[in-house]
DNA sequence: GTTTGTTTGGTCGTTAGACGAACTAACTCT
DNA sequence: AGAGTTAGTTCGTCTAACGACCAAACAAAC
């Protein structure tokens, strides 16, 4: 068996929200048990059931260091041992899996009119998820802080009640989240400088655990990262098909928020020079050519209210399996449009997936491979650079189910709870 | 005096090549060693001179620490006691500096018409800055490689004549290169699937030390991080202006080259449906609309020679000096539409500057204001997202002077050679 | 000049934690 | 039963950061 190369690791140290311009920051021993806890965890997550042993041939750390580092995990109700190997050569090995019972891991999405919440235990298995009509485009942004915090109070007790701690909650809002979480800008939901995380926290009142809030397409590229069927990509953008179009871009494993927290916005960039104007006040944005309430808008006669987004998608997805040709030259036309507005991003960023979500998911079958043939026409990289695009087969619930996979990924870098 | 926060650092583990998919690596002491020579090697260069207690103080690691780390970099000649500090209360302290004398890191950068090579020693400043004109589009793959392990061969001599040991040698190119080195695409060189970086290890014979290819526009990014007047930025895009336009993306303070290597391919963003045809087959690309070569086409008649690109730029800048209305047009609409290209890349990505290379400096007077102009007009966040636009500063040598801060980027993240 | 205070930088002992080797445990196969 | 194999633990070693202390070298106050 191949021993791993060990060089050069990057520890993690404990630099969360360490201030831009800081440098590197220094490490010591305590960065050396983090990063080896997080890789035996991440380990296990990947592999289980797994044995100590097969940790240590697979990571490279020694023998006698695992043991440590998977007693210390097991003290923090991480890990659990579950049973032995049978009918083996050798000793028998004790097996590990993450331990699904003592934790939960909780994202709520807002939406303009619904409201999704989950909940996931450290494996990433779903143990609650309720989607409640919410009036975000009319309440005001206290109105909507109030709601979200209920919700969020109700999702903790019932966690309570379950005997789980909650390890984070995470929200996902369609709009401008800076780097502090505060939406500055979420049209749709009529709201500007909003500091959601900061409210959230004070009204739910030192609730034991981060209140974080980011974009809801960063939020679904972690989701498909982490529970989509792309093992080990590294490099991958996430496009929400709602009302607007944004983009949750992962390179190098990480989401990249840009400087201020505000990249992703692919909905605004423009398409069609002189194009159909668009609410941002502008004209040809890949939202009023590609985005669902445009189409919409041309579909259904009287306009679109965001409220019944849903039904709607379905009479057009009904209009297409019929073969209505208008519907048919519509989605046709908004492929072509996406697939430039994909071009654009295999060529900039050439990721190896680009994952549509949404309601693309539902209009799938009539623009996929129109979108595909574009992006590959349009890209200088031979064969798109090797970009792969897929639908996604998460759902609706996608960003919510990514706010809570971003509290995952705090756990898997580090952030790990104490032991008992 | 504050002391600096320790929470969660990135420790520096040995993985340079990791293989995709590769999880992250385990850490050991010896990585922890490396990460805290690198942050006090990066410190001093930032705050040169400075004393061992100003190293402890800001960087937050115990002063026995830093003496010993000091230590070890002075042993491998990276760093040098200079005076002492006189006229203040208390002993006066003995500063440190980088010590320039006794290595050197080489850049070249390939072109069609010319190729230029730079050695920096460690505190980036110049040994060295050779231009020679080079049939780089008219000679095989095979008799260019040979002569840009001409050109190395003759710094290398020059630099062991100085008594400077060689810390690496990047190149850097025009075109699509992948991670590994080798050149997928080059349009203009008229190259595919040249093997570079293994080509010119095999021509060097083992030259001691590692031997790296990277896109020009990815280097003039990283040029521009370590040289230019960007403090402490972490997102940051280069465009070369060239013949065609490329990007170079840096996100979170690294630079980020998609899954094959390929991001940073602006110049094939369809900018025009319909627009000019481009020699890559499609129409409309930002570098038919935006890019020099085309510029020249229409300013010059019987179309533009790349060798001769410079003279023509210099006869296109005193005919806007002079106030041809033709020319002047020429650059507004020029401008309009790399205003478009850099709104798309202020929506998708962000970065907090967006620096315009190559020949675009020399044009900077007749096209930076509209630039800013279309590109904030067109960006959905208030204000571009707090996104600037310079003009660089460093002349056309930028991607070779990036190339060499490429080997000056390993050495700070953890890559030091080897006490004497 | 003497004293006092301040700052630098080094020494020494402590400590965390990874590593290697040896060892024990528990199984299968012959 | 014995040999072989694999799992996991124990123990001693070693690296390197850390805290406390100390001597050196200066300025300022007296």
New binding site residues.
Partial sequence: MMRPT?NGAQLITNTQGSAPGTGPQ?????D??A???AVVLRFVRENAPC???????ST????????????DLIDRRLLRETG?????????????VLDGSPYAAVGIEVNVDYLTAVAVDLKGEALLSWRRSFPGGSASAGQAVAGIAGVARRVVTRMTKEARQVLGLTVAVPGLVDLTGSVRLAPNMGWRDVDLAGDLAKVLRDPGFPVLVDNDANLGALAELRFGPHGGVRDLVYLTGEIGVGAGIVLDGRLRRGGAGFSGEIGHIEIVPGGPPCHCGRRGCLEVVAGLGALLDRTVPGGVSPAELEPEIDEVVQRAEAGDPVVLDLLDTLAGNLGRGVGIVANLLNPEVVVLGGYYVKLAPWILARVEQEMLARTLAPGGGGCRLVVSGLGYGAAALGAAARVLDSVDSGRLPAPA
Avoid: C
Wanted: hydrophobic share 45%; glycine share 4%; aromatic share 2%.
């Fill in positions: 060990r220094p490490a010591d021993f305590t050396v048990r990063t080896n806890l044995s100590r042993a097969d940790i240590a041939a490279g750390l020694n023998k006698a260091t695992v043991s440590s580092l998977v007693a032995l190997t049978e009918n083996r050569v050798g000793r028998p090995a004790t097996m590990l």
